[in-house]
């Protein structure tokens, strides 16, 4: 993430000092101090919400100051597994589908094809509902393609594999 400091008082040019620290501490982290940088690059360790200072200083000592709001989130990640990994023709096997991080709610897509074939043939389209059924009709090694969809949209993707006998 990016801080773009810009500032329009006094005499011109201005230099910046830039703070964070997560929402709840009392001690501010310096991030950049006394820069002529507009931007900034900020890369935060942990997801949590986060509040940013911007300090503004003018060549005849004027300052501005302006605190700004940050949530970071994980990142999206597809944890999706297999009820099991070998069935027989017939059997049904379970595809379990998860997620962590992200933003808000999942949505999940799966898809299946035999190893050997090219087309994935849609099992299910974008649900919230994660346990999906899924019936072989065949003998043979299947690739299952789970997605996970947050609420901004973010997607991830996991291949599993099922051995059909």
Excluded: H
């Excluded at 201005?14 to 929402?23: E, M, P, V, W």
């Excluded at 709001?69 to 595809?95: D, Q, R």
């Excluded at 099992?123 to 299947?142: C, D, E, H, Q, V």
Aim: one cysteine or more; aromatic letters at 14%.
């Amino acid at each position: 993430m990016t801080v773009e400091c810009s500032a329009n008082y006094g005499t011109p040019s201005y230099y910046y000092s830039i703070y964070y620290r997560k929402a709840g501490d009392t001690k501010w982290k310096t991030l950049e101090t006394y820069t002529y940088d507009s931007a900034v690059d900020f890369k935060p360790t942990e997801a949590g919400d986060y509040e940013i200072r911007v300090i503004a200083y003018s060549q005849l000592s004027k300052t501005a100051r302006k605190d700004m709001k940050l949530t970071v989130t994980k990142a999206l990640t597809n944890t999706s597994k297999l009820g099991a990994e070998s069935i027989k023709v017939g059997e049904k096997v379970k595809v379990r589908c998860f997620a962590e991080g992200g933003a808000g709610d999942y949505e999940f897509a799966v898809y299946y094809k035999l190893a050997n074939e090219e087309k994935f043939t849609k099992l299910r389209g974008y649900k919230a509902y994660n346990i999906i059924m899924f019936t072989p009709s065949k003998a043979g090694t299947y690739d299952i393609r789970v997605f996970v969809r947050d609420t901004n949209g973010k997607l991830a993707r996991k291949d599993l594999r099922l051995n059909v006998t």
